[in-house]
């Protein structure tokens, strides 16, 4: 079964073209950081047996707000929850985040869609 999830980070910082390269390459790292980290997809799933972790990220600018927004896919035999708390614990952690003292993450999981339609 999958449990996708998206998660958005707005960093609550404007950005303008000069500053955006390496403002962009710091938050993806810094979610890339936490989802590649096995220990900390443990501890976001709350150790829920899963056979597969897989995420996209996509950062840009929204009206000159850096955000980063991502899909969790979480495989396993069954629903698996994704801790938004725990998540928004662990990037407010990382150094990376003290750049962005207004940073706010939301999660909502995204709905199962048949694999066909008409059957």
């Known amino acids: 079964m999958i449990s996708s999830y998206f998660v958005e ?3 609550g910082t404007p950005y303008g073209p000069e500053d955006y390269d390496a403002a962009a390459g710091r938050l993806s790292n810094m979610l890339v950081s936490v989802l590649s980290d096995p220990t900390a997809v443990a501890t976001l799933t ?3 047996l899963r056979t597969n972790c897989h995420s996209e990220i996509e950062v840009g600018l929204e009206e000159d707000e850096l955000v ?3 899909v969790i896919d979480l495989v396993g035999p069954g629903s698996i929850a994704l801790a938004k708390a725990k998540f ?3 990037l407010k952690a990382r ?6 003292k207004h940073m706010k993450v939301t999660k909502r999981m995204v709905p199962q869609v048949p694999e066909s339609f008409g059957t």
């Open 9 to 11: 980070v707005r960093t």
């Open 46 to 48: 709350q150790d829920a």
């Open 68 to 70: 980063a927004k991502t």
């Open 88 to 90: 928004t614990q662990m």
């Open 95 to 100: 150094p990376e985040a003290d750049e962005w």
